[in-house]
């Protein structure tokens, strides 16, 4: 069974920093790029990076360039998210997908999700 | 502001056929870039329902079907069930400034 389980959310304050880890089974974790999307409350989906399980090549979204850092761990079947400069803004509940191989990135596997909040 | 544009609330009666419309640009659907949709039930995570335009992946219901025309996608659920209300969700690609996946704004389905 494919699971994908993160964790890692809490509250922050604006300016501060967080660590998210994604540790997935149940699949060849080295055939899949892995993703995370997030969602703030109430409000839709925002992909936010995606990595090659290798980490040989990794890709941003804009509003998260320069301040997020996406990594992966083949030993450990882990995908993680390094959050910084964090802004109010980045509140949400981000999950972490498995991407099918597809010409579009689908993602067919979710996490539940963890939350982040940003906040003083 | 979403990319892809689409409405955001639908609604049916149980048994009826509703579609949901995503609207894009010449610089992501229009591009020929596939186009995946999900389901989020309240609560919890998206399920991916069809991928590659038209493509339902094993275990989900033949009610629900894709569709693509030049900047635009549809998806298209016959025989309403009560259950099927939810937030769906397009998606695709859009390939300005060195490219991003992007989704569509959500759309809520009330069943009557």
């Known amino acids: 069974e494919v699971q994908l389980v993160e964790s890692g959310g809490g509250l922050v304050q604006p300016g501060g920093s967080l660590r998210l880890s994604c540790i997935v089974s149940?699949?060849?974790?080295?055939?899949?790029?892995m993703s995370w999307v997030r969602q703030a409350p109430g409000k839709g989906l925002e992909w936010v990076a995606n990595?090659?399980?290798?980490?040989?090549?990794?890709y941003y979204g804009d509003s998260v360039k320069g301040r997020f850092t996406i990594s992966s761990d083949t030993a450990k079947k882990s995908v993680y998210l390094e959050l910084s400069g964090l802004r109010v803004e980045d509140t949400a509940v981000y999950y972490c997908?498995?991407?099918?191989?597809?010409?579009?990135?689908?993602?067919?596997?979710w996490g539940r999700g963890t939350l982040v909040t940003v906040s003083s | 502001q979403s990319v892809l544009t689409q409405p955001p609330s639908v609604s049916g009666a149980p048994g009826q056929r509703v579609t949901i419309s995503c609207t894009g640009s010449?610089?992501?659907?229009?591009?020929?870039?596939?186009v995946h949709w999900y389901q989020q039930l309240p609560g919890t995570a998206p399920r991916l329902l069809i991928y590659?335009?038209?493509i339902r992946p094993s275990g989900v219901p033949v009610r629900f079907s894709g569709s693509k025309s030049g900047t635009s996608a549809s998806l298209a659920i016959s025989g309403l069930r009560t259950e099927d209300e939810a937030d769906y969700y397009c998606?695709?690609?859009?390939?300005?400034?060195?490219?991003?996946?992007?989704f569509g704004g959500g759309t809520k389905l009330t069943v009557l």
């Open positions: 997908a498995r991407e099918e191989g597809y010409s579009v990135p689908a993602f067919d596997y």
């Open positions: 149940g699949f060849n974790y080295n055939s899949h790029w």
């Open positions: 990595i090659k399980h290798d980490g040989s090549e990794k």
């Open positions: 010449s610089s992501n659907i229009g591009a020929d870039f596939a």
């Open positions: 590659g335009n038209n």
């Open positions: 998606q695709s690609f859009d390939n300005r400034l060195g490219g991003s996946v992007v």
